[in-house]
Structure formats: C-alpha cells, structure tokens
C-alpha cells in the first residue's frame, strides 16, 4: 500500500470510496492518501478530487475541509476539527473526537459518535449511539437512539425503535415508535410516543401528545402536559401544573405536591393522591361509576355529595385540584405508613417503572417482559 502524499491541499473531497474509510487528523505534515488499489486522483487548484475502488485511509492536516460523498463500506472518523460533509454511507459510521457534522444522505448502519461538535443528519437505518456533542438534529433513526451529555439541543422527527436522552438540553421528537426515556434534561415535547414514557429530573416541561403506553414522571421543575395516555400514569415531585384530560389506565399522584397552580386529571381507571401534613389544596374529586375514599385524610375537612363526589380544603388551598375519574374509584390517602399499606401491593408493582435509569441488565431485563 503506497503513501500518496497531497500537498498544499486545502479541501478534500472523496468521490467515492468502495471498500472501507479511515480518516484521521494528524497534529502535524501533509494530507497522506493509503489505498490497497490505485486511486484517481484530480487537482483543481487547492482542492483534491479521490475515487478509489478499495480500501483507504487518509490522514488528514490541520485545516483541511472534508466532504465523502459515498462510502460502500464502513467510515471510521478520527481526531477531525474540520466540519464534516458526509453523503451515503452503507455500512456503519464510527466517529471519534470530530467536529460539526453534516449527513446530507443515508447511513445504512449504525452510527456511533463520541465527543463532537453539532451533529445533523437526515436518515441512519441502524442505531444511533452519541456520547458527547453540542447538538443532535435528524430527521429519521429507523433503529433506536440513545444519546448522552447532549449540552444544546436534541431534535428527531421520527425514531422508529426507542429513544433515550440522558443530561442534555430541550428534546423533541415529532414521533417516537418504542419507548422515550429522558434524564436530566432542560424540557421534553414529543407529538406522539407509541409505547411508554419515563422523564426523570427534567428542569422545564413535559409536554406530550398522544401516549400509547405508560407514563412516569419523577422531580419535574416545570408543567406536565399530556392529551392522551393508553396506561398507568405516575408522577411523583411535580412542581408546575398538570393537565391529564385522557387517561385510560390507572393514576398514582405521589407527592410532594405543589403549594399553588392547577392539576386537572381526568382518567377511566382508579386515581390515588398521596396527601402530606403539609399539603396545600383545595380538591375536587368526582368517581362517576365508582366512589371517593379517604385514608388517614381529615374527614372534616371535606364535603360529601354521596358516595361519587368529595370536595374540601387542606392548608391554605393554594393548589387547584381537580380529579375525574369516570369508571373507578378516587383515593386520597396520608402519607404515613398505615394510610400508604391500604394497597401497598398493587402500587408498588404499578409505580415501580418510576425508578431512575436501571442498570444495563434491568434494562434489557425489562424490554424482554414488555416485547
């Protein structure tokens, strides 16, 4: 494999690559071209054209642009501060250390990134794995995506598998086929989600569409906004308002809660508030097919209409609570230990998804029970 050295290079711009791609910055020297068969080669002033038919690896000098319109094998990124322009890649895309990346094409792998600058893209068909950037934008992940200490930005238009964000800023995805889990991030807004949602230490809102599985919430600074939700709902440490208008599972309210704002839930299954000493709020509790009960709450402080409807005032009332529950029962219990046992059974295998991320073996352990 001979060296081909290019000097006085400012851009590079592969044609296409046939087999496998390597590039890797070097500190220091020229741009240096390895290739197991003989390449073509075009000079237009300071810029070099390549078209192998092989494998290559090419080492790139400080300050040299780089664009890769198609690579047959798979592209192997290192140590690169150039932005990137990448078209179709067909095997997998591993990156390491690089910066601003532009996908204008198609991965037809996996894609696996480590500490980067901007990442934007339009279509991976494997997994995408990212580990480090400023921002991520793509249009459509067919496969899952897990991103990590993401500082800007993290936007998808479609992941077809499961997405999971963990300490990054503003998430948002238009669709969501698999489950979305997202851990200290500034905010989540996702227009629908096929299976469960889990947002845990989110510092603005959540604001989602339609749910098709489980939602749990856990230590949200902001509001929590969801249309629809096709199972169980958990939120725990809530501390901005909440408007569930279309729950078909049961409901779990842990608290503490709030001392102001509006919580309007309206849900077909069984509704449990977990109320404090120190709860503030006036409720409204309406069971259409069902009643309202209370343990270890002030019966006094409540006003009966029947069996189906209970309304009254704890503390000052400065959180607006407002419970439908249209084919089950309302339960408002204290928080000490005898209140909380009345069902403990039940509320802990329900609640127990609220947890922080699991370790890897609880992860897969839990995918298999669900899939």
């Not at 895309?93 to 910066?99: E, F, S, V």
């Not at 509790?285 to 709450?297: C, E, P, Q």
Request: include cysteine; hydrophobic fraction near 40%; glycine fraction near 14%.
């Amino acid at each position: 494999m001979d060296n081909i050295r290019l000097n006085d290079v400012e851009a590079i711009r592969v044609m296409r690559a046939g087999g496998n791609l390597r590039v890797r910055g070097v500190a220091s020297g020229d741009t240096i071209l390895q290739c197991d068969s003989e390449p073509q080669i075009r000079r237009l002033e300071n810029r070099a054209e390549i078209l192998t038919s092989g494998n290559a690896t090419i080492e790139l000098a400080p300050g040299v642009a780089l664009e890769i319109l198609e690579c047959a094998g798979n592209l192997d990124l290192e140590d690169i501060s150039a932005p990137l322009s990448l078209g179709r890649v067909r095997g997998n895309l591993r990156a390491r250390r690089i910066g601003s990346v532009a996908i204008r094409g198609e991965i037809g792998g996996n894609l696996s990134l480590d500490d980067a600058h901007a990442l934007e893209g339009e279509q991976i068909n494997g997994n995408l794995r990212v580990e480090g950037a400023r921002s991520i934008k793509f249009r459509l992940v067919a496969g899952n995506a897990d991103c990590g200490t993401i500082e800007g930005e993290v936007s998808f238009e479609e992941v077809r598998g499961r997405l999971r964000v963990s300490v990054a800023g503003p998430v948002s995805a238009q669709r969501v086929t698999g489950k979305l889990e997202v851990q200290g991030v500034a905010s989540l807004n996702a227009d629908h989600v096929g299976s469960k949602v889990k947002a845990v230490e989110v510092a603005g809102d959540v604001v989602l569409g339609k749910v098709g599985g489980r939602l749990g919430c856990d230590d949200i600074a902001g509001s929590v906004t969801v249309e629809e939700v096709g199972g169980h709902v958990g939120l725990r440490g809530v501390r901005g308002a909440v408007g569930l208008p279309g729950i078909r599972g049961a409901v779990d309210l842990l608290g503490p809660l709030p001392s102001a704002g509006s919580w309007k839930i309206t849900s077909r299954g069984r509704i449990s508030v977990e109320i404090s000493a120190e709860t503030s709020a006036k409720f409204t509790a309406s069971a259409r097919y069902g009643r309202v009960r209370l343990y270890g709450v002030p019966e006094s402080s409540f006003t009966r209409s029947g069996r189906d409807h209970v309304a009254g005032t704890l503390g000052a009332g400065g959180l607006d609570i407002n419970l439908e529950a249209t084919d089950a029962d309302i339960i408002l219990f204290a928080d000490d230990a005898q209140s909380r046992d009345y069902d403990g059974r039940r509320r802990s295998s329900e609640f127990r998804f609220l947890r922080r991320f699991s370790a890897p073996f609880e992860n897969f352990a839990e995918d298999l029970r669900e899939e």
